[in-house]
């Protein structure tokens, strides 16, 4: 391994190759997977990734492609063999190009998620991706976990919203798809191939985003609802009166405000009283303000004649709307705080939400006396997490050692609903056991030939997505 780092440092120069201080790389967000990696490496453009690369080729190094190490599943973790590097890209943090009469932007994978944001909206544009971690996470790693967000129910997910790609393949050859084109039926469409596939296929360098016209009116509330079911009516209503200026719903339970006023206590109340379901609502258009805000509370009033929300709270102001949001976007911390809580990522049809959470949260409590479900999401997607954080009295390692079996009382009720065990946060090292116990062996078979045939010698995150 002296050669290796020798020749690694030849290319990178010293400061950019680490092998000490390495803990913020070795270790994922929740602090749940820890790896030890042989070295950091830190190329500043595709031509040093692609050097690299052929590199580790060379040395049989596998290599762990590493974002904003935002990820929600240990896919940017390195094992702890000591033998993998973490390729950072972090440093591949360059605008190539807007073209602004495409409605398109080229940026380096390193660029952080709210940078793209800030640099649309500086030329009248909107990109939508927009999540929780965008202050950190990297348009690669967005494009690596095909990332859903907050703007779905509208835009699409990262998958819809990638124009274009360049891909260093396992072997160092640069697969240039920079193509900013709406229209390409030449063959297979390789881009989709690599959007989510969670680094086992190639290091993504640069992609071709989408744009959208700025919207200038914007309006965010939060209501109150007695049910999923009724939110899910209030879904179907907003959507028929706002059409496609209905961006956002997500859907909040009582435990996930509790938690957030626990470890956030200067989060302000919007709504009066308690209510066992909150949801979030946002619309937003390129036309006046009034108008949306007119047409927005106009469908509000007929769903609280229908009884279908009890009560609602409209952002008078964007620091307010702000607000709102931040309750929403604050849950995930606060479940870091509050200690150990079984994740779930799961999606089944809208339609069924209602029903699958009446079936599952009794499950749950008649395992565990006590048990803390903690649902929150993207509801107008179908997707939620489901989030089993643990009954007063246990410590955070004995409620641990409960994971199998809490996952198999919710997935299997999400395979009952043919639904999804990971919506938008990808498999990681997370979803090993899923993957094997609900995946279908011949998809399974597929992907792994197509893993063959990229990477032979399986150098590129071994270990995430395809398992045994
Ligand atoms: P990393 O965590 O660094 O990596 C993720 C995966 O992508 C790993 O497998 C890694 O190997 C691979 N990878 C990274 N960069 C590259 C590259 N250039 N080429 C090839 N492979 C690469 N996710 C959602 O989908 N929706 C949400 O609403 C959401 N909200 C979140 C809120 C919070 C507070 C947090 C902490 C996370 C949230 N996430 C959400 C999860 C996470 O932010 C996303 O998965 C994000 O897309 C990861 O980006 P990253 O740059 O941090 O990637
Ligand atoms: C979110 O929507 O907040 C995220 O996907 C993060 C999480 O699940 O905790
Ligand atoms: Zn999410």
């Known amino acids: ?5 020798t020749r690694a440092r030849a290319l990178l120069g010293d400061a950019h190759v680490l092998t000490e201080g390495l803990d913020a790389w070795a270790a994922d967000w929740r602090g749940k997977f820890i790896g030890a990696p042989l070295a950091v490496l830190r190329p500043a453009d595709t031509g040093e990734v692609a ?5 580790c080729a060379a040395h049989r190094v596998s290599i762990v492609p590493q974002g904003g190490n935002t990820g929600m599943c240990g896919g940017a973790t390195p094992d702890d063999s000591g033998r993998q590097v973490v390729l950072s890209l972090g440093r591949l943090n360059r605008i190539r190009h807007v073209d602004l009469l495409n409605n398109t932007m080229t ?3 390193g660029c952080i998620l709210q940078t793209l944001q800030d640099v649309a909206a500086g030329h009248d544009r909107l990109f939508p991706l927009s999540l929780g971690a965008q ?3 990297q348009i690669g790693g967005n494009i690596a976990t095909n990332a859903g967000g907050v703007q779905v129910l509208r835009y699409g997910n990262t998958r819809d919203l990638v124009m274009g790609l360049e891909v260093v393949l396992p072997d160092g050859q640069v697969l240039d798809l920079l193509r900013g084109l709406r229209k390409d039926n030449t063959g297979y469409d390789l881009r989709q191939l690599f959007i989510g596939s969670e680094g086992t296929l190639g290091i993504i ?3 071709v985003l989408k744009l959208f016209p700025r919207p200038h009116a914007n309006v965010v509330a939060l209501a109150a609802t007695t049910s999923p079911q009724h939110a899910i009516e209030l879904l179907a209503l907003m959507r028929s009166r706002l059409g496609d200026r209905f961006t956002a719903f997500e859907l909040i339970s009582d435990a996930c405000v509790a938690m957030v006023r626990q470890y956030f206590p200067q989060t302000p109340s919007f709504l ?4 066992p379901w909150s ?3 946002q619309a937003s258009d390129g036309g006046e303000q009034q108008a949306l805000e007119a047409a927005f509370q106009s469908a509000l009033e007929s769903a609280l004649e229908t009884g279908l929300i009890e009560d609602v709270a409209i952002a008078t102001s964007e620091n307010q709307a702000a607000g709102v949001w931040a309750l929403r976007e604050t849950i995930p911390e606060a479940q870091q705080h509050d200690g150990a809580n079984i994740k779930h990522d799961i999606a089944v049809p809208v339609s069924g939400i209602p029903a699958f959470i009446d079936e599952v949260v009794p499950l749950l409590h008649a395992a565990y006396d006590g048990v803390r479900p903690v649902i929150f999401g993207h509801c107008g997607d179908g997707n939620l997490h489901f989030n089993v954080s643990r009954p007063p009295g246990w410590s955070t390692a004995d409620w641990q050692e409960e994971t199998d079996r809490i996952n198999d009382i919710v997935l299997d009720a999400v395979a009952r609903y043919q639904g999804s065990f990971s919506a938008e946060h990808g498999l990681g090292q997370l979803r090993r056991n899923a993957m094997l116990r609900y995946k279908a062996p011949l998809e399974r078979e597929v992907m792994r030939k197509i893993k063959q045939a990229l990477d032979p010698e399986s150098l590129m995150n071994p270990g995430k997505v395809i398992y045994g």
């Open 279 to 281: 949801v979030l609502m």
């Open 272 to 275: 009066a009283g308690e209510h």
């Open 1 to 5: 391994m002296t050669d290796f780092l």
């Open 135 to 137: 202050g950190s996470c």
């Open 205 to 207: 360098t640069a992609a």
């Open 51 to 55: 050097a690299l690369v052929r590199l």
């Open 107 to 109: 940026a380096d994978a």
